[in-house]
Nanobody
Framework: QVQLVESGGGLVQAGGSLRLSCAAS????????MGWFRQAPGKDRDFVAV????????NYADSVKGRFTISRDNTKNTVYLQMDNLKPEDTAVYYC????????????????????WGRGTQVTVSS
C-alpha cells in the first residue's frame, strides 16, 4: 500500500504564501510523476502542477503559472508546492497524486492518469 500525506495548508491573506508538502510512504512504487490537484466547493477537481520524478520537468495550470512552483526531494520521497501571491480564487482542498507510468501529451492534467491520492489539505485565502 502506498500512502500520500499532505501538509502545510491553512488560512492566509491574499498576496501571501504557503508551502504544501506531500510525503510518500509504504511499499515501493515506480513514481514516474507526482502532481497536485485542487477542488473548490461545488467545482470539479482540477490539475494544478506536476513534476516528473526522474528528470524534474514540470507543467502548470495557466491559472497558477508564475505564482506556484512544484519541486521534489528524492531523499525524502516528498513533493512540494510553493504557492506565492495567493488569490481568493486559489481557495480549495489541495490533493497530492502519484503516477506509476509516464505522462504524455496532456494526460498529466487527467485524474485517471494517477494511481495514488492523498486525502487533501485545505487552503483558504482571504481577501
Amino acid at each position: 500500500q502506498v500512502q500520500l500525506v499532505e501538509s502545510g495548508g491553512g488560512l492566509v491573506q491574499a498576496g501571501g504564501s504557503l508551502r504544501l508538502s506531500c510525503a510518500a510512504s509504504g511499499r515501493a512504487f515506480s513514481r514516474a510523476a507526482m502532481g497536485w490537484f485542487r477542488q473548490a466547493p461545488g467545482k470539479d477537481r482540477d490539475f494544478v502542477a506536476v513534476i516528473r520524478w526522474s528528470i524534474g520537468n514540470t507543467n502548470y495550470a495557466d491559472s497558477v503559472k508564475g505564482r506556484f512552483t512544484i519541486s521534489r526531494d528524492n531523499t525524502k520521497n516528498t513533493v512540494y508546492l510553493q504557492m506565492d501571491n495567493l488569490k481568493p480564487e486559489d481557495t480549495a482542498v489541495y490533493y497530492c497524486a502519484a503516477a506509476n507510468n509516464g505522462l504524455f501529451g496532456d494526460t498529466h492534467k487527467k485524474q485517471y492518469a494517477y494511481d495514488y491520492w492523498g486525502r487533501g489539505t485545505q487552503v483558504t485565502v482571504s481577501s
